[in-house]
């Protein structure tokens, strides 16, 4: 081989190994930007997920927190004349605020697991007090109600919300309560003025109803 022919050869190869290396660099580019692209799309369905969660999450916090607070009624109690109140002080686990800030959705599902309701039920008469402690419960956010049971609590408790109306003799609670959820939704009210009861005792069967107003300040 001449020293022209070795010359062209050595030159060859260059160009050759100069295409190789372009095109490897252009695969890298390609797979690079394929990847970007995935991860965008990834990250954007995350950050849907995470908006819509956050709004789940703000829709829970005004239901809970407008039936935060104190509510009482009386009843007669069976057998005789005897007028029972029935006190109901109801606070949830956490306040939530609407919120700006960027937050991952796993911070997000974690205050909607730990979104509950505590609840102190008191019976008072002019001669004794008693009452049970429930935590832990979550409202019901289809059907606007709370449900209590606590293997501790000789009574189980069946809670609507509810609004004031003129007339109190015949409240449909399951449809009102309904009604009253749309509202708080919906932003036109910021709480809860009225709470329909039904109650039972394991001593007696019978199911009560009950009526319980605010108490305001």
Do not use: H, W
């Amino acid at each position: 081989m001449t020293m022209k022919n070795f010359l062209v050869f050595v030159s060859l190869l260059i160009s050759l190994f100069g295409c190789a290396n372009q095109d490897k660099e252009k695969f890298k580019d390609r797979a690079n930007a394929e990847a970007t692209e995935v991860n965008e799309v990834e990250q954007a369905a995350l950050d849907e997920r995470a908006r819509k969660a956050q709004l789940e999450l703000e829709a829970r916090g005004r239901f809970y927190n407008a039936v935060a607070g104190r509510f009482e009624g009386e009843f007669q109690s069976s057998g005789n004349d005897r007028a029972i109140k029935l006190i109901l002080n109801l606070m949830p686990s956490m306040t939530v605020y609407p919120s700006e800030q960027i937050r991952t959705l796993d911070e997000i599902l974690a205050d909607i697991n730990n979104l509950t309701i505590g609840v102190q039920a008191v019976f008072e008469t002019s001669s004794m007090s008693t009452g049970c402690i429930f935590s832990g419960d979550r409202l019901d956010m289809g059907k606007g109600s709370l449900s209590l049971i606590n293997s501790n609590c000789p009574n189980a408790f069946t809670i609507y919300i509810s609004q004031v109306y003129a007339s109190q003799t015949e409240i449909d609670a399951p449809s009102v309560a309904k009604e009253t959820l749309k509202i708080i939704l919906d932003g036109e009210t910021q709480s809860v003025d009225q709470l329909v009861i039904y109650f039972q005792s394991k001593n007696n069967p019978s199911l009560k109803k009950v009526i319980l107003r605010r108490i305001k300040g």
